[in-house]
């Protein structure tokens, strides 16, 4: 599993004094004002920064860091994507899971058929969609609901799914 977790991406400035609009890949937008710090990947890099306030615009978290206390400062960030420590995530209900420790994990029909892995994940509002893609990149959409997703197994890296009729 992966140590690090893809929280956001900073979208754009906000204001004159360095604040930074971010666009949250979070399900609880309001879990920033539990964090002192994060890390902007730049270049394959984590920078650690101090979070001096956290507060929401339309959806969207504004973020003030220290050190950052100018839009030309802040403007350097923008396009980048902040992550924080997986022991700073907050605990999941049983049955969900983190979207970055789901994708890569092997796809099998209920008769033990691989059918590819998972290539992405995207929320339709309704529920999750799997993106599952073969060896010859051809891919599979499925739904993330009880019916298809019957087991997942992070330590053997699977995933079992019924296919129900129309889904291939």
């Known amino acids: 599993m992966l140590q690090y977790l893809e929280i956001g ?3 754009n400035t906000f204001g ?7 666009n949250p890949f979070t399900d609880d937008i ?7 710090s994060i890390f902007v990947v730049k270049n394959k890099e984590l920078i650690p920064y101090e979070i001096e306030t956290v507060r929401y615009h339309k959806n969207m978290v504004i973020l003030k860091l220290k050190g950052i206390n100018s839009m030309n400062e802040a403007e350097k960030l923008k396009g ?9 995530a907050k605990k999941l209900p049983k049955g969900t899971y983190f979207i970055a420790d ?10 033990s058929n691989l059918l590819g892995s998972i290539d992405d994940i995207y929320n339709t509002g309704a529920n999750d969609i799997y993106v599952v893609k073969n060896n010859l990149g ?8 009880p019916q298809v997703i019957k ?11 019924h296919l129900l009729n129309g889904l291939i």
């Open 9 to 11: 991406q900073i979208v």
């Open 16 to 22: 004159i004094k360095g604040e930074l609009k971010i």
């Open 30 to 36: 309001n879990r920033f004002d539990e964090l002192k």
């Open 80 to 88: 980048l994507y902040i992550k924080i420590d997986r022991k700073y």
């Open 102 to 111: 789901l994708i890569g994990l092997e796809v099998y029909d209920e008769n």
């Open 138 to 145: 051809k891919q599979i959409l499925l739904p993330g609901i």
């Open 151 to 161: 087991k997942v197994d992070l330590e053997n890296k699977k995933i079992v799914v």
